[in-house]
């Protein structure tokens, strides 16, 4: 009965999910946050039930799906970030020395250096900060420590009923920031191509 529950409420959660207004996106989107529920909760739902194999595999899915997750997001929100202030300083910097410049070579030479330079920077920012810590090795380690190092068993009805809502709640915030950040990474996409 309590599986049944978990199905409806896994398949709830594909209709709740917020839509980017891309069919293929959005149903990526809830088939991706209906699995990452289903598989957590049967990580809850196995210790008695499924081979400890079968739960470690559970739990190694749960956790790759997880960590990439939190690295789509990441890198999404860094290259938003970054598209947006190198093209403040090309339309701040660049275009105004450019249009200044009689010189139609070293107004070239000086626009394909700041091309040339602006991905450099980039990377450069990348390192410096340390990005692929923060976003792929830190919360693939959190949620090692969540379902490996202590694992959470259930032991009653209210306990995993409150473990599974809270679940459904983190996937659903989860999946609204990525479609944000679809949406953003399409008008950003519609507004290029109109220039």
């Known amino acids: 009965m309590s599986r049944a529950i978990g199905l409806v409420m896994a ?9 980017t207004g891309n069919i293929y996106v959005d149903w990526v989107l809830s088939v ?4 990452v529920v289903a598989i957590a909760t049967e990580t809850q739902r196995s ?5 400890p194999r079968l739960r470690k595999a559970n739990v190694r899915v749960l956790i790759s799906l997880g960590s990439w997750g939190v690295a789509f997001i990441g890198i999404a929100y860094f290259a938003q970030t970054a598209l947006i202030a190198c093209l403040k300083v090309f339309a701040d910097d660049v ?3 450019v249009s200044r410049n009689r010189n139609l070579l070293s107004a070239c030479l000086f626009l394909g250096t700041s091309i040339a330079c602006a ?8 390192r410096q900060l340390g990005i692929e810590q923060m976003i792929f090795y830190l919360p693939k380690e959190g949620l090692k420590n969540i379902f490996i190092k202590r694992p959470y068993k259930a032991n009653s009805f209210a306990t995993f009923a409150y473990f599974e809502l809270t679940l459904m709640l983190v996937c659903l915030m989860y999946s609204s920031v990525v479609v944000m950040l679809v949406k953003s990474c399409m008008a950003i996409v519609a507004a290029l191509s109109t220039l």
Do not use: D, G
Not at 32 to 35: D, N, Q, V, W
């Open 47 to 51: 210790y008695s039930k499924l081979s």
């Open 119 to 126: 991905p450099i920077a980039v990377i450069r920012v990348i």
């Open 32 to 35: 991706a946050t209906a699995i």
């Open 95 to 97: 275009l105004p020395a």
């Open 11 to 19: 398949l709830l959660m594909t209709v709740l999910v917020v839509k």
